[in-house]
């Protein structure tokens, strides 16, 4: 006769079985949207430069000399191509990823963007809520929710557990989102470099206008991956006096790139459907796991008692 608990062990093991094999859907499935979503990324990226030096600061960009146009845009060429080997190697094991490359030449006049160090995941205190198309609404995000740390090591999670597996999943998403904003940050100051942004655009009024973009669900007018704000600044002559100035930077975000690409959309929706799964096996997963602990918790009161 087969005891619960044994029955409960087979169970379990089922389920690690059923979540391993999705788990390497998931896998493939991510290393395929990040590529895709990389190569998207340059377009676009391209696409919102040249709305912005052409619509939003024509007379600027028409003052710069044949040599410095060209400079500019090699400089949002390889910002594009470097975020791409940066989405790609976040699926990638440490043991397969790329040597650090030689800095390349000059896309910010000799100095070392962001964009061109060496990425170091470091643990963070907090998880923060992923946006509505992944993994927000499930029962497992109280699971991977502070104290719960999330590093480098999860490149290669337990694949058996849905747990990690919705870490690793969290961690993806919180990395394609700061690749984007870093992205987003180095373009600008390119611009700013070459005189097309406004010399003194200050970065906090920038950022908190991107943060407030990024909290918006609605559909932003214009050319898409642009921000679009009016500041106010100060005159220099006179500090009592002030101007209205209307000012345009790039904003990549993740679901404009998505929505005008259709490989990436399409790929999007499928990461939708194998998170859909993980979930609900993960729910009997943790329910078996529950009873496990019950059923060894009643094995070890009976091992340990005696009547008087």
């Keep these: 006769m087969v005891r619960p608990i044994e029955r409960i062990e087979r169970d379990i093991a089922v389920l690690e079985e059923t979540i391993a094999a999705i788990a390497k859907e998931l896998q493939t499935a991510y290393a395929s949207y990040l590529t895709s979503l990389g190569k ?12 912005l030096c052409t619509q939003g600061y024509p007379e600027k960009f028409l003052k710069l000399s044949l040599s410095k146009r060209q400079n500019l845009q090699q400089g949002i060429r390889n910002l594009g191509k470097q975020a791409t080997e940066q ?5 990638q094991n440490e043991d397969e990823q790329p040597e650090p490359k030689e800095e390349q030449e000059d896309i910010r006049a000799g100095e070392t963007t962001e964009a061109q160090e060496v ?7 907090e ?5 509505e198309d992944s993994v927000a609404d499930t029962l497992f995000l109280e699971a991977v929710s502070p104290p719960a740390l999330i590093s480098k090591t999860l490149v290669t999670p337990n694949t058996s557990n849905p747990v990690e597996l919705m870490k690793w999943q969290q961690y993806l ?12 940050r180095e373009a600008n100051l390119l611009l700013q470099k070459a005189g097309i942004l406004p ?3 200050p970065e906090p009024i920038l950022e908190a206008a ?6 918006s669900a609605e559909v932003v007018p214009g050319p898409p991956n642009l921000l679009n704000l009016v500041i106010e600044i100060e005159s220099e002559k006179q500090s009592e006096e002030s101007t209205l100035t209307q000012i345009m930077a790039i904003n990549l975000r993740l679901g404009e790139i998505e929505f005008a690409d259709t490989k990436v959309s399409s ?23 529950r009873e496990r602990s019950i059923a060894q918790a009643e094995a070890a009161w009976r091992a340990s008692w005696f009547d008087d």
């Design 173 to 184: 998403e919180r990395s394609t989102q700061d690749t984007l904003k870093r992205v987003s």
């Design 199 to 201: 010399k003194k655009l």
């Design 40 to 51: 998207a990324l340059q377009q676009q990226l391209i696409l919102a430069s040249y709305h």
């Design 210 to 215: 991107v943060a407030v973009s990024e909290a």
């Design 119 to 125: 990425e170091q995941v470091e643990e963070v205190e």
């Design 127 to 131: 998880v923060e809520k992923i946006e």
């Design 87 to 91: 989405l790609i190697a976040l699926t």
């Design 267 to 289: 790929e999007r929706k499928q990461i939708r459907s194998i998170i859909a799964q993980l979930n609900k096996i993960g729910l009997d997963y943790q329910k078996k796991q």
